[in-house]
T-cell receptor, first 114, second 115 residues
């Protein structure tokens, strides 16, 4: 009964080669988030969509882009991955942006950059 | 952003209750207190959240101080599967399109459970 699905679970890409990570949800939630989690660190929010409205965190590098073609799917594009982009990428959803609502996370995609 | 302070690590024995503290002295009146946990190599998992009153669910209980400057996550009987990093996060009511309602993760408390 997976609710937030991330594919693939493990991704290896080469330095500078564009890569796309995928997230889908069966919850019909309005909000989808992308987080980056580096080894031994806490998750860090990159951006989120409320429906089709995109909100980028101020310190998210331009190298990171996102697309949400419909309610169920959201993609993270890394245009030119560097070695420092190796991390776990987490997708999450929430019914709404308001603090009363919890977030549901997917299992994550672990990205390796060679 | 209102911040939280948690102990870096705690230990518990299996089948005993665990009380995980969180201080949030700068909490505003509209901040919800959220708890998530992250097991090794997994995504974070929602545990519980509350605003003013104590909350109970199948996973845990959340005790909120009367002045809301601190809270405690209570696991009633720890199991080995509860070993994880527990994050206490304040999530604000927000204006549409802003970031105030986003989860800002701190370092959390790493809970170890001994058999």
């Amino acid at each position: 009964d997976a609710m937030v699905i991330q594919n693939p679970r493990y991704q290896v890409t080469q330095f500078g080669k564009p890569v796309t990570l995928s997230c889908s949800q069966t919850l019909n939630h309005n909000v989808m988030y992308w987080y980056q989690q580096k080894s031994s660190q806490a998750p860090k929010l990159l951006f989120h969509y409320y429906d089709k409205d995109f909100n980028n965190e101020a310190d998210t590098p331009d190298n990171f882009q996102s697309r949400r073609p419909n309610t169920s799917f959201c993609f993270l594009d890394i245009r030119s991955p560097g070695l420092g982009d190796a991390a776990m990428y987490l997708c999450a959803t929430s019914r709404d942006l308001a603090g009363a609502y919890e977030q549901y996370f997917g299992p994550g995609t672990r990205l390796t950059v060679t | 952003d209102a911040k939280t302070t948690q102990p870096n690590s705690m230990e518990s024995n299996e089948e005993e209750p665990v009380h995980l503290p969180c201080n949030h002295s700068t909490i505003s009146g509209t901040d919800y207190i959220h708890w998530y946990r992250q097991l090794p190599s997994q995504g974070p998992e929602y545990v519980i959240h509350g605003l003013t009153s104590n909350v109970n669910n199948r996973m845990a209980s959340l005790a909120i101080a009367e002045d809301r400057k601190s809270s405690t996550l209570i696991l009633h009987r720890a199991t080995l599967r509860d070993a994880a990093v527990y994050y206490c996060i304040l999530r604000a009511l927000m204006n549409y399109g802003g970031s105030q309602g986003n989860l800002i993760f701190g370092k959390g408390t790493k809970l170890s459970v001994k058999p």
